[in-house]
Every structure is written in C-alpha cells, then in structure tokens.
C-alpha cells in the first residue's frame, strides 16, 4: 500500500504562485504512476498533470504552460508548481499514485483558492 499526505494549501491572489507537495511512504517501489487532481464544488474531479516512472509528463490543456509536474531525486515526493494562478483553478487537490497493477492511492486533498 501507499499512503499520501499533501501540503501546500493556500489563498492566493489571480495571478500568483503556489506550490503543492505529496509525500508517499509504504510501498514506493510500486508506484507507476503519480499526478494531480482537483475537483471544484459540484463539479467532477478531473485530471491537472501526470508523471510516469520513466519521467514523462503530461497536462491539461487549461493548465499547460502554468504548473509544473516534478518529483524530487528519491521519489518518495511529487509536487505541483502553479504559476499564474486563475479563479477557475480554485478547487479541492487531490494527489495520486497508481501503482504497477493499476491500482490507485488518493492523499486527502489540499484546498487552493485563487482570488481575483
């Protein structure tokens, strides 16, 4: 098992910066997957930005150019670099990690809001 504990949340003015962090323990080696999710009220959680084992990394279109997907040397921590922060980024994030088999661990979400 992984278990994830997230940090970083924060009220930020639109266009401002902040950073999220994700810390696994458990099972790291299993992990294939890692990445953030938000989910704003009444709406569904969606995808902001994937990095695989191997390094690649992908992003929502709303998102890209903006935030940044990056772990650090051992692995253990995957962070969110948001820059130029909008209103419509205001939501509950969520980190992931998906491990070799596919299945998912969820950390307990960190609430960003941007003002404008």
């Known amino acids: 098992q992984v278990q994830l504990v997230e940090s970083g949340a924060g009220l930020v003015q639109a266009g401002g910066s902040l950073r999220l962090s994700c810390a696994a323990s458990?099972?790291?080696?299993?992990?294939?997957?890692r990445g953030w999710y938000r989910q704003a009220p009444g709406k569904d959680r969606e995808l902001v930005a994937t990095?695989?084992?191997?390094?690649?990394?992908n992003y929502a279109g709303s998102v890209k150019g903006r935030f940044t997907i990056f772990r650090n040397n051992d692995k253990n921590m995957v962070y969110l670099q948001m820059n130029t922060l909008k209103p419509a980024d205001t939501a509950v994030y969520y980190c992931?990690?998906?491990?070799?088999?596919?299945?998912?661990?969820w950390g307990q979400g960190t609430q960003v809001t941007v003002s404008s």
């Open positions: 458990g099972s790291i080696d299993s992990i294939n997957a």
């Open positions: 990095i695989t084992s191997g390094g690649w990394m």
């Open positions: 992931k990690v998906v491990d070799i088999w596919g299945r998912p661990s």
